[in-house]
């Protein structure tokens, strides 16, 4: 089976997270398109989604730049990510059967003794 193709967005997102683009750094459409192989109008595209998912800020003229890290922003993520979390296991917990958590209690007990 194939793996999954990587997006223009996914290739620049791991990009940032490899520090290839450091905060701060301005995003410029010719640039990435030579980068990333690709045209512009796609590698537009990509930075309005970044944009609108708030890790890009508007640069001067039509550039993009890379949202500089603050505490504010980082512990806004973490809330956000909490909440998430304890919606999921919510869901999950309403979903479970008891046959579910006898093979939970039956792993986390195999677990234990690993550890032990």
């Known amino acids: 089976m194939k ?4 997006t223009l967005k996914q ?5 940032m997270v490899s520090g290839f683009w450091q905060p701060g750094d301005r995003l410029m459409l010719g640039e990435l398109a030579g980068r990333y192989q690709a045209s512009q109008t ?3 595209e990509a930075l309005r989604e970044l944009y609108g998912e708030g890790l890009l800020e508007m640069g001067a003229g ?8 603050s505490l504010a922003f980082i512990e806004n993520i973490f809330d956000i990510r909490s909440c998430l979390e304890m919606m999921l296991v919510k ?5 479970c059967r008891a046959a579910d958590i006898l093979q939970l209690k039956t792993l986390n007990h195999a677990l234990a003794e ?3």
């Open 3 to 6: 793996p999954p193709k990587v």
């Open 11 to 15: 290739q620049i997102v791991q990009d």
């Open 42 to 44: 796609p590698v537009r």
């Open 62 to 69: 039509k550039t993009f730049q890379l949202r500089p890290l």
């Open 91 to 95: 869901t999950a917990a309403n979903k």
């Open 114 to 116: 690993a550890v032990s």
